[in-house]
């Protein structure tokens, strides 16, 4: 049973008309945090495009494409791929009126671009490409794009205008790569390459046969709207952020997946039963009284880990800050009670703050440079058992990243790959009191206020019963002595008027209610 707890993993999916949020927990702790907009498109890694070529940059061997988002998406040479001119042969003969299959069959890749080439003898301004997203815009740079376009699967990458079929390195046994390459080979059309990812290994060739032929129908799918409209366009997206969170972390270890919309639900079971079909139980319709959010405890989680201050055990805290050029760590003791040994405590309270940062940024999909600035240590051993130790929280991270050892100061440096905007929430209120502004009114005209908003409700609204919920403080003050404010007021207004404290109120916060609790507007 321990070990059984100590391997949970759950996807919990919470789908409201507005977005789709998704919370990868381990251990009933939250690792991995998406939201996807489902009001209008926004511009996100692998959504592939027919754009236009706005601008030439020689002295950058780059151009600018216009892909409909108000930043220009930029296209350097070496992103235009080895077979640019077969998709540019494809943009510029197909038309609706063409069998479109044989003339991409038909299409001669011929020879690769060459390393040193120039953007200026591929690209014009206005030309129509094929491109594909690579890096979200961030801050006030656009997408960066290339024109060598993948389909990722679960198992295989689909390469159109390729010929070669890789496997990957990660697969060991020899035989088995042989399988894999043929098999795939077989069942790729014309002008279609692949690289087969580790996680086909071992895989029957019905799973692999309809994986390959899904991404070719979702490639092929495009040809029409390249055909017929020659202007900017979204050709097709990845998968939903759900399936593209399954297609790279689901395996064996995970335990449950549960969502709270039936047709999404179906979705995710459908592509589950397309990539891993074993494990297609394990994903449930939660259809609970409270929030889906409450009841995993995801909620409560986001209030507590996207702030600027993130606490830890036994006192000890992070302060995170960031800034356009990098991000900043600092790691701090707190009130954490200390043991005899200072040293010995300092390396228990960097160890943890390394746990909590290399799940911060998966958290908040933070990216470029994190300088960290751990606690001083004096123990050269504990120095470089810290680094391993990071190193090693680090592995679960699927982004590209590296770890440098401490330098003198006590800074590690990470550097961790960049392809979209961090995640930001901001998890502070306004003050119901002075909402917002940092100001209140002169607490001596406090019941003044009140009287106003009573004689508004009483007179004005005609109601003749209600509650005024206060915090203690105030409420002291308003009832105070035989002839109180609230006794004033019950008889100048000659209403039923109910004092309720509540530990809740800020000191000056009031509300008017009635006799059911709601509040009055």
């Known amino acids: 049973m321990e070990d059984q707890k100590a391997q949970e993993k759950n996807l919990v999916v919470d789908v409201s008309p507005k977005e789709v949020k998704i ?13 996807e907009s489902s009001q209008g498109h926004s511009f996100s890694v692998g959504d592939v495009y027919l754009g236009r070529v706005k601008k030439i940059l020689p002295s950058l061997n780059a151009a600018f494409v216009d892909i409909g988002d108000s930043k220009e998406a930029f296209i350097h040479y070496l992103d235009l791929g ?13 038309n609706p009126n063409r069998n479109l299959r044989s003339l991409y069959a038909g299409i001669k890749l011929g020879k690769p671009l060459e390393k040193e080439g120039r953007i200026e003898d591929n690209l014009k301004a206005g030309q129509m490409v094929v491109v594909q997203i690579v890096k979200e815009p961030i801050s006030t740079k656009g997408s960066r794009l290339t024109a060598e376009i993948s389909l990722a ?57 309809a994986e390959t032929k899904s991404l070719i129908e979702k490639w092929e ?20 952020k759900t399936t593209t969170v399954l297609r790279d972390l689901l395996n064996d270890s995970f335990t449950g997946i549960y969502v709270n919309d039936a047709n999404t639900c179906e979705e995710i079971r459908k592509y589950i039963s397309l990539i891993l079909p074993e494990q297609e139980k394990i994903v449930h ?8 959010f409450d009841h995993f405890e995801v909620t409560r989680q986001i209030k507590g880990s996207f702030g600027k201050v993130v606490p830890m055990k036994q006192g000890a805290y992070l302060v995170i800050e960031s800034t356009e050029a990098l991000n900043v760590v ?55 058992a810290l680094f391993k130790y990071m190193q090693a929280q680090m592995e679960g991270d699927r982004a590209k990243h590296n770890v440098l050892p401490l330098t003198k100061f006590g800074l590690m440096q990470i550097t961790r790959q960049r392809i979209r905007p961090a995640t930001e929430i901001n998890t502070s209120e306004q003050c119901p009191l002075c909402h917002g502004t940092g100001k209140i009114a002169s607490t001596v005209i406090i019941d003044e206020q009140i009287e106003r908003k009573l004689s508004y409700f009483v007179i004005d609204k005609g109601v003749r019963s209600l509650m005024l919920r206060t915090s203690p403080i105030l409420g002291a003050y308003l009832s105070r002595g035989w002839n109180s404010f609230v006794a004033k007021w019950r008889r100048k207004y000659r209403c039923k008027l109910k004092l309720v404290e509540s530990s809740a109120n800020s000191i000056l916060q009031y509300e008017f209610l009635n006799l059911e609790g709601e509040a009055l507007e």
């Open 153 to 209: 699967g679960r198992n295989i990458v689909l390469l159109p205008f390729a010929e070669k079929v890789s496997v990957s390195q990660k697969i060991s046994s020899h035989e088995e790569k042989r399988r894999l390459e043929t098999l795939v080979k077989s069942i790729l059309p014309r002008n279609y390459g692949a690289i087969i990812r580790t996680a086909a290994e071992g895989k029957n060739a019905s799973v692999l046969v």
């Open 82 to 94: 080895l077979y640019f001119g077969a998709y540019d042969q494809f943009v510029r003969e197909s």
């Open 330 to 384: 600092d790691v701090n003791s707190g009130t954490r009670a200390k043991t005899t040994d200072q040293e010995e405590n300092t390396f228990e309270v960097n160890k943890l703050a390394a746990e909590e940062i290399a799940r911060q940024l998966r958290l908040r999909d933070m990216g470029g440079i994190i300088i960290v600035d751990f606690i001083d240590m004096e123990n050269v051993d504990h120095r470089n």
């Open 23 to 35: 919370a990868l927990m381990e251990n009933h702790r939250l690792i991995e945090y998406n939201n």
């Open 221 to 240: 799918g495009s040809w029409q709207k390249i055909a017929k409209n020659k202007g900017v366009e979204l050709l097709f997206t990845e998968y939903s």
């Open 285 to 292: 319709l939660y259809d609970g009284r409270e929030p889906i």
